[in-house]
């Protein structure tokens, strides 16, 4: 392995649902609490093995599901898993079906958002040190081509490639919100991957999202009631799923040896456009485990 590669050793990180991690076969499990410059993430972090390839699992709304996507501490949770030594993230997420093709069980291998939220942090940098990162393509293909071929290998319906429509929330859409985003080209629709996935991006970490569809959002005229029971029921079936996925995926990641080719781990390599000398001191530090690679 290059010693020094930005992005090595590997090391997976997987955002998602309680019951993504109950995963058989993994071992050295351990929850343990990450503190970050940006406030506390949705919970501990539970680190463990899986067929060799080091693991940690985020819950994205802490467990028991305490936490609105609204309220999510977007950058608390990119910050403790970069502490932690991810250098890939896997999003696991419940979204709403926006197209015919796409029925509830299927899994999506997403490769493009459309954010429309509002109220949330979207960047770790700001006043005293400002960046600007490419979200041109904002999932990383090389995670996509794992997770596309660990879907095949165990049976699970999918698509490779779709755009994901990031709502504000809590509440679901109107039938008219959801008429519009099928006529943008939208697959799915979620509250959850923006803006995980820009600030994925300036941790200079990899991102791809398996977005899991437990309904046909308001538009299909046999579904334009979404209740929240009839999405947990989804929800439990695709967990099984997700585990499934997860386990195969895992061991594929283990041998990368240097960088990730699509660039995810050099991602601010360009990107810092205020003056060294013009740089906040207090910033820089609490930019410390996100952007300290460029920032030294």
């Given at each position: 392995m290059t010693?020094?590669?930005?992005g090595?050793?590997?090391?997976?990180?997987?955002?998602?649902?309680?019951?993504?991690?109950?995963?058989?076969?993994?071992a050295?499990v351990?929850w343990?609490?990450?503190?970050?410059s940006w406030?506390?993430?949705?919970?501990e972090l539970?680190?463990?093995?899986?067929d060799g390839?080091?693991?940690v699992?985020l819950?994205?709304?802490?467990?028991?599901h305490?936490?609105?996507?609204t309220g999510l501490?977007?950058?608390?949770n990119?910050d403790?898993?970069?502490?932690a030594?991810?250098?890939?993230i896997?999003s696991?997420s419940?979204v709403g079906?926006?197209?015919a093709?796409?029925p509830?069980?299927?899994?999506?291998?997403v490769?493009?958002f459309i954010?429309?939220?509002?109220?949330r942090e979207?960047s770790?940098?700001?006043?005293?040190?400002?960046?600007?990162v490419?979200?041109a393509?904002p999932?990383?293909s090389?995670?996509g081509?794992?997770l596309e071929?660990?879907a095949?290998?165990?049976g699970v319906p999918?698509?490779?490639?779709?755009?994901?429509?990031v709502?504000?929330?809590?509440?679901?859409?109107s039938k008219?919100e959801s008429?519009?985003?099928?006529?943008w080209?939208c697959s799915v629709?979620?509250?959850t991957n923006?803006?995980?996935?820009?600030?994925a991006?300036?941790?200079?970490?990899?991102?791809a999202?398996v977005a899991m569809?437990?309904d046909?959002d308001?538009?299909?005229p046999?579904?334009d009631?979404v209740t929240?029971?009839?999405v947990?029921?989804?929800?439990?079936a695709?967990?099984?799923?997700a585990?499934?996925?997860?386990?195969?995926?895992?061991?594929r990641?283990?041998?990368?040896?240097g960088?990730?080719?699509?660039?995810c781990?050099?991602?601010?390599e360009?990107?810092?456009?205020?003056a060294?000398?013009?740089r906040?001191?207090?910033?820089v530090a609490?930019l410390?485990?996100?952007?300290?690679r460029?920032?030294?």
């Open positions: 010693e020094h590669a930005p090595t050793p590997p090391k997976l990180g997987i955002i998602g649902g309680s019951g993504v991690y109950d995963i058989p076969g993994l050295d351990r343990r609490a990450v503190e970050t406030g506390k993430p949705s919970d539970m680190f463990g093995t899986l390839q080091e693991i699992f819950p994205r709304h802490g467990r028991g305490r936490i609105s996507p501490n977007f950058r608390a990119i403790a898993l970069k502490r030594g991810v250098t890939e896997v696991v419940a079906s926006l197209k093709e796409l509830p069980g299927h899994f999506v291998i490769d493009q954010d429309r939220t509002f109220a979207k770790f940098f700001g006043t005293g040190c400002v960046a600007h490419s979200m393509h999932v990383c090389r995670l081509d794992h071929a660990a095949k290998s165990i999918h698509a490779r490639g779709g755009t994901y429509m709502m504000e929330g809590p509440q679901f859409s008219a008429e519009l985003y099928r006529q080209g629709i979620g509250m923006m803006p995980e996935a820009k600030l991006r300036e941790a200079e970490l990899c991102y999202t569809v437990t046909y308001c538009w299909h046999d579904h009631h929240v029971d009839a947990i029921k989804v929800l439990l695709n967990a099984d799923k585990r499934a996925l997860v386990k195969a995926v895992a061991p990641l283990r041998d990368r040896d960088a990730c080719h699509a660039g781990h050099t991602a601010l360009a990107a810092l456009i205020t060294p000398a013009a906040d001191p207090a910033m609490k410390k485990s996100i952007a300290g460029v920032l030294k």
